[in-house]
């Protein structure tokens, strides 16, 4: 199967190395995977598309995936898509925050579910899998949410893309 996963990140950080993960678990299964972020992506002739953005500053629509997105609705949409998002992680909101101002950070700044429905609303067709990251502020922080724990998900989560998106039989 030729997967094409496009991932919008402004650094070379958490996303990055998430897509790495999937990429090096799909090739192990045999597929052909090529990884691109949305500006310079133009392979449009997948069999499945994995869809990826970070959030920065309340959005996850400034990485280029909403472009990505409009321009090439027709091709996107005739395939099946999954969906990720990136974005940050408890540990890293509050800090000695009390409770109450705590919960209202989290809700502003954290609200995952917020920003999955607002890239989820842009593709042309439902995605048949969607899931969340936790990403890093910074590279000090990356030991702290044991990121690299992500790892096992993200291989269980290709693999239930690649089961929900096969033709019955193959
Ligand atoms: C400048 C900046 C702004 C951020 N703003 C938010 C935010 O509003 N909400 C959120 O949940 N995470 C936010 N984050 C956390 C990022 O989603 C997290 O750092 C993620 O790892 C970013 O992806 P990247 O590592 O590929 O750059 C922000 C991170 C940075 C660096």
Redesign the pocket.
């Known amino acids: 199967m030729k997967i094409g996963i496009v991932y919008g ?3 070379n ?4 190395e998430i897509v790495g993960w999937m990429s090096e678990y799909l090739r192990s299964l045999g597929h052909s995977v090529v990884c691109e972020k949305p500006a310079d992506f133009d392979q449009l002739d997948c069999d499945l598309y994995i869809l990826g953005t ?6 996850a629509k400034r990485t280029g995936i909403a472009a990505f997105l409009r321009k090439h609705a027709e091709q996107i949409g005739a395939r099946p898509t999954g969906l990720f998002v ?3 992680s408890d540990p ?1 909101d509050a800090g000695g925050a009390d409770r109450g101002l705590k919960a209202a950070l989290k809700k502003l ?4 579910d917020k ?1 999955m429905a607002s890239v989820a609303r842009l593709l042309p067709t439902p995605p048949i899998g969607t899931t969340f990251f936790k ?3 910074e590279p000090g922080d990356r030991e702290k949410i044991d990121f690299e724990s992500q790892k096992k998900r993200a291989a269980e989560w290709c693999d239930s893309l690649l089961a929900a998106g096969s033709p019955v039989g193959a």
């Open positions: 990140t402004k650094r950080a958490a996303t990055a970070a959030v920065y500053a309340f959005s990136v974005c940050g890293l700044f954290l609200d995952p920003y990403g890093y502020q």
